[in-house]
């Protein structure tokens, strides 16, 4: 595991942090769902949910504008090239943070895995130094349908999510530890706390290839189809590792249906 340290970036790009009003809490439906290490891996989706389609395009550096970009290399994005954001710490007045002060941090890196039971998929993030690192990333058929016993009830066409989060802090990056395709689906950073279901756009990655989310980018880890799984990536992002969540089942009734088979051709 290395750490990197003293990435410097631009505050007012991620302004939306400091100072906006939340949504009012009577009129809005927010989420009582509290994202614990229990909930985060089982949690309670009720039956009946909406369904949500995302649409899904190729990922390329011009389809990624405003949430990322395409990796061909991994040390490609590192904080000693200056290109792997960190957030400085927020202040609580008016004055500002001393120059080269308040992102020494840097980033942490390490395994990312992932892997189906059934219809369920779970991600596991052994990069940080966090029990709440044990995820259901989504599952396979609507939850009345789910179950863990292989084959599983779904067509293995699609993923259907319940969730999504943000990192404030700082960047991520996912990289495959072998050249297969995956899926990411990422909601814009300018949204902020204000996130809907229709905000968010499923991109498929190419196999060879990984991808950089900027920092307060909404997305929920990688996807992968059952025939390359169990799968591992190397994960980097900001080594404080804040993390903001929405549950679309709690919080809208819904689930997002992405498609999990849309293979763009090798670079």
């Not at 550096?61 to 000693?80: Q, R």
């Not at 596991?124 to 709440?132: D, F, R």
Request: proline share 9%; glycine share 10%.
């Amino acid at each position: 595991m290395r750490l990197a340290k003293g990435c410097h970036l631009r505050v007012s790009r991620f302004s939306f942090f400091c100072g906006k009003k939340s949504r009012d809490a009577a009129t809005a439906g927010i989420s009582s769902f509290e994202f614990t290490p229990e909930n985060f891996m089982n949690p309670d989706l009720p039956r009946g949910l909406r369904i949500q389609d995302v649409p899904i395009v190729p990922a390329t550096d011009e389809s990624l504008e405003g949430f990322g970009n395409v990796v061909h290399n991994p040390d490609d994005f590192t904080c000693e090239k200056g290109n792997f954001e960190i957030v400085p710490w927020p202040v609580s007045g008016w004055r500002s943070l001393d120059p080269h002060t308040g992102d020494e941090a840097g980033t942490v890196e390490g395994d990312f895995d992932v892997d189906w039971c059934g219809d369920f998929f779970y991600g596991k993030n052994l990069a940080i130094a966090s029990v709440n690192n044990h995820y259901l990333d989504g599952l396979g058929a609507p939850p009345a349908e789910a179950t863990h016993e292989e084959p599983g009830s779904g067509d293995g066409e699609f993923i259907y999510l319940w969730m999504s989060d943000y990192h404030p802090d700082g960047g991520q990056l996912f990289w495959p530890d072998r050249p297969i395709p995956f899926v990411v689906t990422l909601g814009p950073s300018v949204k902020g706390d204000e996130i809907e279901p229709s905000d968010m756009q499923a991109f498929a990655v190419s196999p060879g290839q990984g991808v950089y989310f900027h920092p307060g980018t909404w997305h929920n880890g990688v996807y992968v189809s059952k025939e390359y799984c169990p799968a591992r990536f190397l994960t980097r992002q900001g080594r404080v590792h804040a993390r903001v969540s929405c549950s679309w089942a709690n919080e809208f009734q819904t689930l997002l249906r992405v498609p999990l088979n849309f293979t763009p051709t090798a670079p």
